[in-house]
């Protein structure tokens, strides 16, 4: 059974053959040894909570394989996250990937932090990414961040344009410090565009655990929650619960505005589109992509690898026609880009 019920229901088979995870243990010794295979099968996705079909931060990820699959001939896989599951769970499924032959293997989401630490010490000729998580730091370990906080700036400075009820909202999906950052980001990108706009916030939950980024209902209610108390412009920083948030903007006739990708282009969210004013992006699909090229090439990117404004790591969506041809927004955005790259704009992350 499927942990969350989609908005959309679509098919979520994963992108290539189902991995087996085996419970059994092994020593480092006899893990990097294992790791010889002849060929490479590809990348491996290990999923974050809410998992393929997010329309989100899994689906742009799932996009990276798709296009490392289509360029490099590689059948590569993705798994998807199971309920009150432990730090043990990853380390195991971390650890059959990478014996069958995956690499690099990829934890999308800081949640896989430990178990990619603790597993790319036994398999050192594997190459492993973490998303969202800079303190791994290990020799065969690509820390794969973002600026979150810009793209969500250049959100505020859009929905300052857009509000007619100098009311705006945010909704977190957990309270923890990558989503402070984009809050942060937006009340910012808000206050420095229009003075006298009130930026309304809400968690959904404080662990991840009680399906904040899964939990499209919970969105929806916070949105609805918002959009009552005079909020015309609602971001969402929260996953698949995210969906709810635009579902609730679609109904009231106000603007949202999506996150990760370019939310106004996913298919689940078709029947909503004419409400999504822009999506802040960050390029995980870029990321990964990337990752997964740097093995091919037999030069492992490794380190922390930070996405931002001026490196097109971190971007606003131009999707919507009334967003493109805004000629107020576009100068307000054009303006604080330009602030942003040059540094006359510091960006705060919390």
Not at 25 to 33: A, E, F, L, R, V
Not at 76 to 83: G, H, L, N, R
Not at 268 to 285: D, F, G, P, R
Not at 322 to 337: L, M, R, T, V, W
Request: with cysteine; glycine share 10%; aromatic share 6%.
């Amino acid at each position: 059974m499927r942990r969350v019920s989609r908005i959309a229901v679509a098919s979520v088979a994963t992108a290539a053959l189902a991995v087996t995870v085996s419970a059994c243990g092994s020593s480092s010794t006899s893990s990097s040894s294992s790791n010889s295979s002849a060929k490479n099968l590809g990348l491996a996705l290990a999923y974050d909570v809410g998992g393929k079909g997010d329309q989100s931060f899994n689906d742009a990820a799932t996009a990276g394989l798709d296009k490392a699959d289509k360029e490099f001939g590689y059948k590569s896989t993705a798994v998807e996250p199971q309920d009150g599951e432990s730090d043990a769970d990853k380390v195991q499924r971390l650890e059959s990937l990478a014996k069958q032959g995956y690499n690099p293997v990829i934890g999308v989401g800081f949640a896989y932090a430990p178990a990619v630490k603790e597993v790319a010490a036994k398999f050192p000729k594997v190459t492993f990414g973490i998303v969202d998580d800079d303190k791994v730091q290990a020799a065969n370990v690509a820390d794969l961040v973002f600026h979150e906080e810009e793209a969500s700036y250049l959100a505020g400075v859009a929905a300052a344009k857009a509000t007619k009820t100098n009311t705006v909202g945010f909704v977190g999906g957990v309270d923890v410090p990558l989503i402070h950052k984009f809050e942060a980001g937006f009340k910012q990108g808000v206050e420095d565009t229009k003075k006298g706009v009130t930026v309304k916030s809400q968690y959904l939950t404080e662990t991840a655990a009680e399906g904040g980024f899964s939990s499209p209902d919970k969105g929806e209610s916070a949105a609805e929650g918002q959009i009552d108390a005079g909020a015309d412009v609602v971001y969402a920083a929260a996953g698949l619960s995210g969906q709810g948030v635009i579902k609730a903007a679609n109904a009231h006739k106000v603007w949202a505005i999506g996150v990760d990708s370019d939310q106004y282009k996913q298919d689940a969210l078709k029947a909503y589109q004419a409400s999504i004013l822009t999506s802040a992006m960050k390029n995980v699909e870029g990321a990964v992509y990337t990752l997964a090229k740097s093995v091919k090439d037999g030069k492992p990117e490794t380190g922390v690898v930070r996405g931002s404004l001026a490196n097109g790591g971190v971007s606003v969506s131009d999707s919507n026609p009334a967003f493109a041809s805004n000629a107020a927004i576009q100068d307000a955005i054009k303006k604080a880009e330009e602030g942003i790259k040059s540094g006359t704009i510091k960006v705060k992350t919390s």
